[in-house]
Protein backbone atom coordinates (compact mmCIF):
# COMPACT_ATOMS: atom_id res chain seq x y z
CA UNK A 1 0.00 0.00 0.00
CA UNK A 2 1.35 3.51 -0.76
CA UNK A 3 1.81 5.93 1.90
CA UNK A 4 0.31 9.10 1.90
CA UNK A 5 1.82 12.00 0.57
CA UNK A 6 1.54 15.53 1.51
CA UNK A 7 0.62 17.86 -1.75
CA UNK A 8 1.75 21.29 -2.31
CA UNK A 9 -1.33 24.02 -2.85
CA UNK A 10 -0.81 26.90 -5.00
CA UNK A 11 -2.73 29.94 -3.77
CA UNK A 12 -2.56 34.09 -4.25
CA UNK A 13 -0.32 33.97 -1.08
CA UNK A 14 1.81 31.49 -2.54
CA UNK A 15 2.47 27.77 -1.87
CA UNK A 16 1.03 26.38 1.22
CA UNK A 17 1.60 22.65 2.23
CA UNK A 18 -1.03 20.85 2.80
CA UNK A 19 -1.62 17.08 4.50
CA UNK A 20 -2.71 14.41 2.22
CA UNK A 21 -5.88 13.66 4.07
CA UNK A 22 -6.90 17.01 3.86
CA UNK A 23 -6.17 17.38 -0.22
CA UNK A 24 -8.87 18.58 -2.73
CA UNK A 25 -11.57 16.40 -4.53
CA UNK A 26 -12.00 17.36 -8.19
CA UNK A 27 -13.06 16.64 -10.99
CA UNK A 28 -11.31 17.69 -13.99
CA UNK A 29 -14.35 18.10 -16.58
CA UNK A 30 -13.38 19.01 -20.50
CA UNK A 31 -15.68 20.85 -22.76
CA UNK A 32 -15.44 20.06 -26.84
CA UNK A 33 -16.85 22.01 -29.64
CA UNK A 34 -20.29 23.13 -28.93
CA UNK A 35 -19.72 22.72 -25.18
CA UNK A 36 -16.85 24.75 -25.10
CA UNK A 37 -18.80 27.64 -27.08
CA UNK A 38 -22.01 26.95 -24.93
CA UNK A 39 -19.96 27.43 -21.71
CA UNK A 40 -17.04 29.92 -22.99
CA UNK A 41 -14.69 27.82 -21.35
CA UNK A 42 -13.07 24.57 -22.18
CA UNK A 43 -12.71 23.04 -18.83
CA UNK A 44 -13.82 23.06 -15.29
CA UNK A 45 -13.36 21.49 -11.90
CA UNK A 46 -16.20 20.10 -10.08
CA UNK A 47 -16.75 17.62 -6.91
CA UNK A 48 -16.64 13.72 -8.21
CA UNK A 49 -20.37 12.38 -7.97
CA UNK A 50 -22.44 11.10 -10.09
CA UNK A 51 -22.51 11.92 -13.39
CA UNK A 52 -25.92 13.24 -13.51
CA UNK A 53 -24.92 15.21 -10.74
CA UNK A 54 -22.04 16.65 -12.36
CA UNK A 55 -24.13 17.45 -15.46
CA UNK A 56 -26.73 19.48 -12.98
CA UNK A 57 -24.03 21.14 -11.65
CA UNK A 58 -22.92 22.06 -15.51
CA UNK A 59 -25.72 23.37 -16.41
CA UNK A 60 -26.58 25.84 -13.44
CA UNK A 61 -22.98 26.80 -13.42
CA UNK A 62 -23.61 27.35 -17.35
CA UNK A 63 -26.89 27.74 -18.76
CA UNK A 64 -26.71 27.41 -22.29
CA UNK A 65 -25.27 24.54 -21.82
CA UNK A 66 -28.73 23.11 -21.00
CA UNK A 67 -29.02 22.86 -24.74
CA UNK A 68 -26.27 20.60 -25.50
CA UNK A 69 -26.07 18.52 -22.57
CA UNK A 70 -28.84 15.95 -23.86
CA UNK A 71 -27.28 15.76 -27.26
CA UNK A 72 -23.53 14.71 -26.02
CA UNK A 73 -21.50 11.61 -25.08
CA UNK A 74 -19.58 11.10 -22.01
CA UNK A 75 -16.02 9.43 -21.43
CA UNK A 76 -14.58 8.93 -18.29
CA UNK A 77 -10.69 8.57 -18.03
CA UNK A 78 -11.43 7.95 -21.47
CA UNK A 79 -13.87 4.97 -21.45
CA UNK A 80 -17.47 5.92 -22.30
CA UNK A 81 -19.99 5.58 -20.25
CA UNK A 82 -23.91 4.73 -20.84
CA UNK A 83 -26.79 4.57 -19.23
CA UNK A 84 -28.35 6.23 -16.02
CA UNK A 85 -26.65 9.14 -15.67
CA UNK A 86 -26.96 9.24 -12.02
CA UNK A 87 -25.78 5.80 -11.94
CA UNK A 88 -22.65 6.53 -13.11
CA UNK A 89 -20.25 7.81 -10.74
CA UNK A 90 -16.87 9.46 -11.39
CA UNK A 91 -14.74 9.43 -8.59
CA UNK A 92 -11.59 11.44 -7.30
CA UNK A 93 -9.24 12.94 -9.76
CA UNK A 94 -10.63 11.41 -12.71
CA UNK A 95 -11.38 13.60 -16.21
CA UNK A 96 -14.77 13.86 -17.67
CA UNK A 97 -14.75 14.97 -21.49
CA UNK A 98 -18.30 16.34 -22.58
CA UNK A 99 -18.19 14.91 -26.53
CA UNK A 100 -20.83 17.47 -28.48
CA UNK A 101 -22.16 15.51 -31.60
CA UNK A 102 -19.29 15.87 -34.60
CA UNK A 103 -20.13 16.79 -38.13
CA UNK A 104 -18.16 15.51 -41.42
CA UNK A 105 -15.74 12.52 -41.32
Known amino acids: MEASRDVSVFTDLGSVLLPANLRCMTVSVRLFAA ?4 AGVGGVQ ?6 GTILRVLESDYPSLAEVLPRCSYL ?3 VAVHGDPDEVMVGDGLELDVLPPFAGG
Open 35 to 38: ARAA
Open 46 to 51: VDPGSL
Open 76 to 78: VDG
